[in-house]
């Protein structure tokens, strides 16, 4: 063999050096490898920024250099007065913050309102930060307590009763609309070709009717006892408790595991105890203030939040409807899905306003703006049990066959297992309705509810502000606000999504 030595293959002069690689982190990286990386590439960044050039220059010059800030009237905010071209108004917005905040909600109790945002804010800022602890009492108060305390501080009023009050009143409304229903058809048989069958039915649905009367009647009995008590109110609260925390005791095992139901019934009706005390509703509770008031920020919030906690349990329940082997709940969600999709919001708000009175008893009355939260409520369900279905139907089959396999029961198998997953899986889609919804809020002006854009737009027929940019200010000022809201639920669901999506990151 031939001798090799390390000289022939060891190099015996330098290499020249290579120029330094091009870098690609950083802004100069940012910029270099994606808007300057190709031809078209570069095309589009110019084009970009010439747009950008003629709409955020223009806007900042509007909102900020042109814009008057310091006035009593429009004359300030007139080009002649100030002797140059006049930007935003800004001084109108702080004349007319209040209306765009409250409505025409009375000034003497806006403290109320204020004491909501900030129970509201207090409330759900622990559950949006997933270190602190405690999250079931934090979720519990929030969307079981807080609205309760929210409709009193708001609408005012107290308690005439409590449950057992409710229940049967509750229980007679609906034995009175059955009887007035029989009664109806007795009525019509007279003149009716088939009177004979309509007479024997409405005697029959007279006979239900008699029939639920004495069902209900020790009910009855005992809310009259009650009332002719020192304290109805009082002695409501305490028979709802006692049957209530008995029933929960019964219904979790009796002695050996249903204490724990008991000890939580009687602590919460301890917690009710309280708030009653501290607001005063056994004495009448705030001062009455009528929604037809309400508006601005509050009608927003109100309706949007009322929508986006309401859809979720619904949209659930319709999307696991959908998908049941049960016929009946099958074709019923099925069609209350497709009806609540082909209609649009505004066609369900007229419904809900106009139409809804016609459809209960003369004696049975429905608040303005509760028949527009049913109504959205229900709308935006239908569409949350379709986003949320996309997410069942993502979750692989062998997931609830490794349940069954287990021994676990269909409903721990999909609260457990299945519906974690699904809702996982759709975290843009239904952060994304919720933001629709917020930006759709703006629909009930329809119904002569005065939202945030009603309540601007109501501003505008005041003469003392009437300006060429009056309307420009206030619409600015109005989008700025939706847009820190639907902004902030956007980058918040995608840090749900990221921290939930852990172990899916490349």
């Known amino acids: 063999m031939t001798d090799i030595t390390a000289a022939s293959y060891v190099r015996q002069d330098l290499v020249p050096e290579r120029p330094a690689p091009t870098k690609t982190t950083g802004f100069v990286g940012f910029v270099r490898t994606r808007l300057l990386n190709s031809p078209g590439n570069i095309l589009l960044t110019i084009l970009g920024l010439l747009l950008l050039w003629y709409i955020i220059i223009p806007a900042l010059k509007f909102l900020l250099v042109d814009a008057v800030w310091i006035g009593k009237d429009r004359t300030a905010c007139l080009a002649e007065k100030a002797g140059h071209e006049v930007g935003a108004c800004w001084p109108y917005i702080h004349a007319k913050l209040t209306q765009l905040i409250y409505g025409f909600y009375p000034e003497a109790q806006r403290w109320r309102v204020n004491l909501t945002f900030l129970l509201g804010a207090v409330l759900l800022l622990p559950l949006l930060i997933p270190r602190l602890p405690a999250k079931g009492l934090n979720s519990g108060l929030f969307f079981f307590a807080f609205p309760v305390v929210a409709f009193f501080l708001l609408h005012g009023g107290g308690f005439a009763g409590f449950g057992v009050s409710w229940t049967a009143g509750l229980l007679q409304l609906f034995e009175q609309s ?45 809310r009259d006892q009650m009332q002719l008590s020192s304290q109805p109110l009082w002695s409501d609260f305490l028979v709802t408790a006692v049957i209530v925390s008995v029933a929960l005791f019964v219904l979790g095992g009796g002695v050996r595991t249903g204490r724990r139901s008991l000890i939580g019934s009687l602590v919460t009706f301890a917690g009710l105890a309280v708030v009653i005390k501290l607001m005063g509703l056994d004495r009448g509770g705030f001062p009455l203030v009528d929604t037809r008031l309400w508006g601005g920020l509050l009608v927003t919030l109100v309706i949007a939040i009322t929508g986006i906690v309401a859809s979720m349990p619904i949209g659930i329940a319709l999307a696991l409807g959908r998908r049941s082997t049960i016929p009946l709940i099958r074709i019923f969600s099925i069609t209350f899905i497709e009806f609540w999709r082909g209609v649009p919001l505004i066609t369900v708000l007229f419904f809900a306003t106009y139409m809804l009175p016609l459809f209960v008893p003369g004696n049975f009355t429905v608040d303005g703006l509760l028949r527009a939260l049913i109504g959205v409520a229900l709308f935006t369900g239908a569409y949350m049990a379709e986003v949320i279905r996309g997410g069942l139907a993502a979750v692989a089959r062998g997931q609830a066959e490794a349940a069954s396999a287990l021994g676990l029961s269909w409903w721990k198998t999909t609260s457990l ?16 309705s919720f933001i629709s919804l917020f930006k759709d809020t703006s629909l009930v002006s329809i119904v002569a509810l005065f939202d945030l854009l009603g309540s601007l737009r109501a501003s505008f027929s005041d003469p003392i502000w009437t300006t060429p940019t009056t309307a420009f200010t206030g619409f600015a000022f109005a989008g700025m606000i939706y847009f820190v809201f639907c902004f902030g639920m956007s980058r918040y669901s995608l840090f749900v999504e990221n921290r939930l999506n852990a172990h899916r990151r490349n």
């Open 417 to 432: 297992i299945v519906l974690p997953q699904a809702l996982r899986y759709v975290i843009p889609g239904i952060v994304g």
């Open 178 to 222: 059955i009887s007035d229903a029989g009664k109806a058809l007795v009525n019509v048989s007279q003149t009716s070709a088939i009177g004979p069958l309509l007479w024997v039915i409405g005697k029959l649905i007279v006979l239900i009717g008699l029939l639920i009367h004495w069902l209900v009647f020790p009910l009855t009995w005992l």
